[in-house]
């Protein structure tokens, strides 16, 4: 998920997700990155080193996001490792690059490969058959981009994390659920990605997707 898109300061994104039973959230802050590189993720573990919620960080594997993006300048591999050796850094973020990977593009191949943790999350946007097989073979372990059953369903077949999406914008959990109902909850998880602050506090956090599951 994205604090970012929650338009709060951590503390406030703290306060408002907890009152709906959130306690720990993984996040992704490529949009802090996109504008103050990592010293904006540094500065956001140091923020949260005293708050009641639990912040885990993935370093963000995409900076800038797209070529149409104008960062304070493109992370490198070194910047991941740097990331990655903070206590509460756990993985390698969404890798938004799919064709970059799925053609093999040393640049970013080596963003996945630090030697420094297997946990390496994805982002493949209707990405399925031979060249899912090529993103999977780097090492990325899930996905939150599934908008349909069958997509999903392809994903989790082939060993990946099916993360189930109800964003502000791309609600997908509704469509996704059919997955959970027919074949288990083994590899699936809820992830609210970015979710805009009326969303969270008129209709919930995590809370708000266990409400429509059941």
Request: glycine content about 6%; hydrophobic content about 40%; aromatic content about 6%.
């Amino acid at each position: 998920m994205h604090i970012e898109s929650s338009k709060l300061m951590v503390d406030e994104f703290a306060r408002a997700v907890m009152a709906h039973g959130t306690t720990a959230v993984v996040a992704d802050p490529h949009e802090i990155a996109n504008v103050l590189g990592t010293d904006g993720i540094h500065w956001l573990l140091d923020c949260c080193s005293d708050l009641p919620l639990d912040v885990f960080v993935m370093a963000s594997s995409c900076v800038p996001a797209s070529r149409f993006e104008s960062p304070r300048r493109p992370f490198t591999p070194g910047d991941i490792e740097s990331l990655l050796r903070r206590h509460r850094t756990i993985g390698v973020a969404e890798m938004m690059n799919f064709p970059g990977v799925i053609a093999g593009q040393e640049s970013e191949l080596a963003k996945l490969n630090t030697h420094l943790t297997d946990h390496v999350d994805g982002h493949a946007p209707g990405v399925r058959g031979p060249a899912l097989n090529a993103y999977l073979a780097a090492g990325i372990r899930s996905d939150h981009e599934s908008t349909t059953f069958e997509e999903a369903l392809e994903k989790r077949r082939l060993g990946m994390w099916v993360m189930l999406r109800e964003a502000s914008a791309a609600r997908n959990l509704r469509d996704l659920l059919p997955l959970v109902k027919q074949h288990g909850t083994d590899r699936c998880m809820f992830c609210t990605d970015d979710r805009e602050p009326d969303f969270i506090v008129e209709e919930g956090h995590i809370n708000q997707m266990v409400r429509v599951a059941v």
